[in-house]
């Protein structure tokens, strides 16, 4: 069964240091999303993506985030600049269509701790 | 309460029992979703159900929607131990653009053997 995959697992990285996270969406999904978890708390959605742009993003998604399809597979998240209270973390979503009806497939996340 | 609250926030049950967890949400929604996290783990989706569907069966999974109080309940039947996890409920907003799903704090479940 075709599933989301996220790259890397776990990230390590000092404040102030830009971080890509990458995935790999499901190959027909149109639209997709990145979320975030930090620990302990909800699940909270950051942005989400269609014909090679921002749908909607939240207040959280401001200017040091950035999400970019470089090609037919990969959907990255960028952070320019991570601060302590970005460390969560990062789930990558995709979806077949974005009717109201359709399921939201999530990949395993991305641990991203910002020291 | 915020959208997509789930009460009970933890349930402890003996393997075999069913479990059954709610969640409320405040807005108008296209669909409410069920997913499922193993700790520290990735979500995995469960059952999503239409703001037009009443009820849902999936396996030993059975979900209930009621727009009329904006409920939506999850029962788990026959648990067992793999069923330990925290389960989430998930509401895609109609006056949401960009298809966004705005979470509860979720039902920690411990199925004991």
């Known amino acids: 069964e075709p599933e989301v995959t996220q790259t890397p697992s776990h990230q390590v990285t000092q404040m102030g240091q830009e971080v890509i996270l990458r995935c790999v969406p499901i190959?027909?999904?149109?639209?997709f999303y990145w979320y975030r978890q930090i620990l302990g708390q909800k699940v909270e959605f950051l942005v989400s993506?269609?014909?090679?742009?921002?749908?909607?993003k939240s207040e959280i998604f401001d200017d040091q985030f950035s999400v970019e399809r470089p090609d037919g597979s990969n959907f990255t998240l960028k952070i320019r600049s991570t601060k302590l209270e970005d460390s969560a973390m990062y789930f990558c979503?995709?979806?077949?269509?974005?009717?109201?009806?359709?399921?939201?497939?999530f990949g395993p996340g991305t641990r991203l701790t910002v020291l | 309460s915020q959208q997509g609250e789930e009460d009970p926030q933890a349930l402890s049950i003996q393997e075999g029992e069913n479990a059954t967890m709610n969640c409320s949400y405040k807005?108008?929604?296209?669909?409410l979703q069920w997913y499922r996290q193993n700790s520290g783990r990735g979500l995995v989706h469960l059952i999503l159900?239409?703001?037009?569907?009443r009820e849902k069966h999936s396996g030993r999974l059975r979900v209930t929607l009621d727009t009329s109080k904006k409920s939506s309940s999850l029962l788990i039947t026959a648990s067992r131990a793999a069923d330990t996890a925290s389960y989430f409920c998930?509401?895609?907003?109609?006056?949401?653009?960009?298809?966004?799903?705005?979470f509860g704090g979720g039902t920690r479940v411990l199925v004991k053997p």
């Open positions: 993506f269609y014909n090679n742009e921002i749908s909607e």
């Open positions: 979503a995709s979806s077949r269509e974005v009717t109201g009806a359709d399921t939201q497939y």
């Open positions: 998930a509401t895609d907003e109609i006056k949401a653009a960009g298809n966004k799903l705005t």
């Open positions: 159900i239409r703001s037009n569907e």
């Open positions: 190959s027909n999904h149109l639209y």
């Open positions: 807005t108008s929604i296209n669909n």
